[in-house]
């Protein structure tokens, strides 16, 4: 336990020697997509020669539709290319052999493939992508939303069900902004960043990697490489899914959508305090969105965003029950 102590003690004083040679937010966008990058080339190379797998697509008008791609190259959006333009435009997510898969991500293997709309019968799967990606999309705009002399911390991002009205992005951010109080103002200016982002239409790319490599591309942050060890821990695969959009490289606990103009109203609308945290004081930014497919009129937004200004309460994870001690056993005696 004190050894546990003692490397907590030391882990905080190299984080604060750390930060005070912190390089640019331009120099670790560069580097952490230098390794994405690298990653990226060295699965690709892992298929030198173009091998044939078969696609067969399932959904309303395509069962039976056999299409023959290029294994480790394809992705379902390029399944969707070679059906219509309604499917390139409209699917955010897909499943493969039953498996949630994001648009962008190569098909590795012989499988069947259905691609996934809002306005699917059953959009719950994504749903809760569009809800993640967004809460994404918010982390990117929070990065860049303050002088350089600050530094932003992106913690991990909760994942939080549509029904609680709002998706979230936990941050803390630097010392000298805890006495920050965010105005109409600072919400506004939030919105229009991620509303830029979302004109420019952007891919998120995934990439599943080794944890070696994610400690690399986090290399500038203690805070993330915790967070990828803990995901890793949970995977069955040992392994984690990083996302780049544009210059931006996160973590994510699952897929995303396909890109972000896949975004139509979108709303930063309220920054709440959760109090002191290990990397300083967290605060909650949340906000609202509804997918291009799915337009609100003005009086349904309005209400809708009354909503979202609500702080959002996670339930705590439960803790494991210690077990009982076994009740102790009386011997038998003969009488």
């Given at each position: 336990?004190?050894?546990r102590?003692?490397?907590?003690?030391?882990?905080?004083?190299?984080?604060?020697?750390?930060?005070?040679?912190?390089?640019?937010?331009?120099e670790?966008?560069?580097?952490?997509?230098?390794v994405?990058?690298?990653?990226?080339?060295?699965?690709?190379?892992?298929?030198?020669r173009?091998?044939?797998?078969?696609?067969s697509?399932?959904?309303?008008?395509?069962?039976?539709?056999?299409?023959?791609?290029?294994r480790?190259?394809?992705?379902?959006l390029?399944?969707?290319?070679?059906?219509?333009?309604?499917?390139?435009?409209?699917?955010?997510?897909?499943?493969?052999?039953?498996?949630?898969?994001?648009l962008?991500?190569?098909?590795?293997?012989?499988c069947?493939?259905?691609l996934?709309?809002?306005?699917?019968?059953?959009?719950?799967?994504?749903?809760?992508?569009?809800?993640?990606?967004c809460?994404?999309?918010?982390?990117?705009?929070?990065?860049?939303?303050?002088?350089?002399?600050?530094?932003?911390?992106?913690l991990?991002?909760?994942?939080?069900?549509?029904?609680?009205?709002?998706f979230?992005?936990?941050?803390?951010?630097?010392?000298?902004?805890?006495s920050?109080?965010?105005?109409?103002?600072?919400?506004?200016?939030?919105?229009?960043?991620?509303l830029?982002?979302i004109?420019?239409?952007l891919?998120?790319?995934p990439?599943?990697?080794s944890?070696?490599?994610?400690?690399?591309?986090?290399s500038?942050?203690?805070?993330?490489?915790?967070?990828?060890?803990?995901?890793?821990?949970?995977?069955?695969?040992?392994?984690?899914?990083?996302?780049?959009?544009?210059?931006?490289?996160?973590?994510?606990?699952?897929?995303?959508?396909?890109?972000?103009?896949?975004?139509?109203?979108?709303?930063?609308?309220?920054?709440h305090?959760l109090?002191?945290?290990?990397?300083?004081?967290?605060?909650?930014?949340?906000?609202?969105?509804l997918?291009?497919?799915?337009?609100?009129?003005?009086?349904?937004?309005?209400?809708l965003?009354?909503?979202?200004q609500?702080r959002?309460?996670?339930?705590?994870?439960?803790?494991p029950?210690p077990?009982?001690?076994?009740e102790s056993?009386?011997p038998?005696?003969?009488?």
């Open positions: 336990m004190a050894s102590t003692v490397c907590g003690v030391f882990q905080r004083r190299f984080a604060s020697a750390a930060a005070a040679v912190r390089p640019s937010l331009a670790i966008r560069g580097q952490r997509n230098a994405f990058s690298r990653e990226q080339a060295r699965q690709r190379a892992l298929f030198p173009i091998e044939k797998v078969e696609v697509v399932q959904g309303p008008g395509l069962d039976g539709t056999l299409l023959v791609m290029n480790g190259m394809s992705t379902p390029s399944c969707a290319r070679h059906l219509t333009e309604y499917h390139v435009t409209n699917s955010a997510l897909a499943l493969v052999d039953g498996e949630p898969w994001p962008n991500q190569p098909l590795t293997r012989p069947s493939l259905s996934l709309t809002f306005t699917d019968s059953d959009p719950t799967l994504v749903n809760q992508a569009y809800w993640r990606s809460a994404a999309l918010l982390g990117q705009v929070l990065e860049t939303a303050f002088k350089d002399d600050f530094a932003v911390e992106l991990s991002t909760p994942d939080v069900p549509v029904a609680s009205g709002a979230c992005c936990d941050v803390a951010l630097d010392p000298q902004l805890d920050w109080t965010p105005s109409e103002e600072s919400l506004r200016s939030l919105t229009r960043g991620a830029q982002l004109h420019q239409d891919a998120w790319e990439l599943e990697v944890v070696p490599v994610a400690l690399e591309v986090f500038h942050s203690r805070c993330k490489q915790e967070e990828v060890e803990d995901k890793a821990s949970q995977s069955a695969k040992g392994t984690v899914t990083l996302y780049r959009c544009g210059d931006h490289v996160l973590l994510s606990g699952g897929p995303l959508v396909a890109r972000t103009g896949l975004c139509s109203q979108y709303e930063v609308t309220a920054v305090s109090g002191p945290g290990p990397w300083g004081l967290q605060r909650r930014v949340q906000g609202l969105s997918p291009l497919q799915l337009q609100a009129h003005h009086t349904v937004w309005r209400r965003r009354e909503r979202a609500k959002v309460d996670l339930p705590e994870p439960e803790k029950t077990a009982s001690p076994p056993v009386q038998v005696t003969n009488q």
